[in-house]
């Protein structure tokens, strides 16, 4: 995917009000911070299997179904 850094002040003040309003913590009083736009295009998560007998990859893609494959 792709993070693309916001820097314009509107966008800036409006998402410090709107996580403001949902978490009670204002970024904007800390001084400055960074800002990112994501455009997630895949996501994969490695982990082992409840059995411990196998490597467990879960991927999504935005061309396609979510995946899982078993690997011993």
């Not at 800390?30 to 490695?46: A, I, K, N, P, S």
């Not at 082992?48 to 396609?64: L, T």
Request: charged content about 25%.
């Amino acid at each position: 995917g792709v993070a693309v850094e916001v820097t314009d002040d509107q966008q800036l003040s409006a998402f410090a009000r709107g996580f403001a309003e949902a978490t009670g913590f204002d970024p904007s009083e800390t001084g400055d911070y960074h800002l990112f736009r994501l455009d997630v295009t895949e996501v994969v998560h490695l982990s082992i299997a409840p059995e411990g007998d196998a490597m467990v990859i879960e991927r999504w893609s935005s061309g396609g179904p979510p995946q899982t494959i078993r690997r011993s």
